[in-house]
């Protein structure tokens, strides 16, 4: 990770303290398209907390889940705990937990 993405994601944070909510999103986002998986949770927090922008719980379902991929532990805590449509939650559990059948 260079340098310059830890950057714009330190001052993505600190200009979300600040209230300036469309710069944040601006900046938190160019470090997760940078693979900075830290701004990929941030922004999983921003939607799922509504921090500036509408609370859109499958935005954040998305944000948490490509950072849990990464290896981020507190993203697969929070991707657990998002509020999800059933339908989504199962599009991604199915893989993993097959249906059984019961004899």
Known sequence: MTQATIDT????????AAK???????????????GYALALHRLGDT???AMGVEK??????SYYNRAAG???IS????????QH???SVA???????????SA
Do not use: E
């Not at 859109?56 to 379902?61: E, G, I, L, Q, V």
């Not at 993203?75 to 998002?82: A, E, I, L, P």
């Open 20 to 34: 300036n909510y469309d710069k944040a999103l601006q900046l938190l986002q160019m470090a997760a398209d940078n």
């Open 70 to 72: 990464i290896g981020i």
């Open 85 to 87: 449509s059933v339908d």
């Open 56 to 61: 859109n719980d499958t935005k954040a379902f």
């Open 91 to 101: 599009d991604v559990a199915l893989p993993i937990f097959p249906a059984t059948s």
């Open 9 to 16: 994601f330190n001052l993505g944070l600190r200009l979300q």
């Open 75 to 82: 993203s697969s805590y929070s991707v657990n705990k998002c």
């Open 47 to 49: 939607f799922l907390f």
